[in-house]
């Protein structure tokens, strides 16, 4: 029941130029946008190292997007281990908002 209450009280936020994604109680990061390198919208399977984002259902879930970064960022897991990433996978309840705003953010990067 926590780890839903969590995932309603904390939704994938973008704000102040940072991504801020959590998963419950099981694993959290911030991510600043400016080291977004590539996103892959869509299909692709990620490798086995690749960190999920994503809440499980009764079949199997695809991530809608898989998010390369320029450089290692940090992120805690559950009792607060800290481990460096560069690529995790998300599914959110609207992709094409998620993919406007950062397409935004990009767009936005290039013009300062």
Known sequence: ????????????????????????LTKRIVVPL??????????????KDTIRFIYKDFEP?????V?????PVEMTMFMGM????TE????????EQLKFILSYEEETKHLT
């Open 1 to 24: 029941m926590a780890e839903i209450q969590i995932m309603k009280l904390h939704p994938l936020e973008i704000k102040n130029g940072r991504l801020y994604i959590s998963q419950g």
């Open 88 to 95: 995790f996978a998300v599914r959110v309840d609207e992709p």
């Open 82 to 85: 800290k481990k460096d990433i």
């Open 67 to 71: 998010i390369h970064l320029g450089r």
């Open 34 to 47: 400016h080291t977004i390198k590539e996103i892959e919208w869509g299909g692709r399977i990620p490798s």
């Open 61 to 65: 879930v695809e991530p809608q997007a």
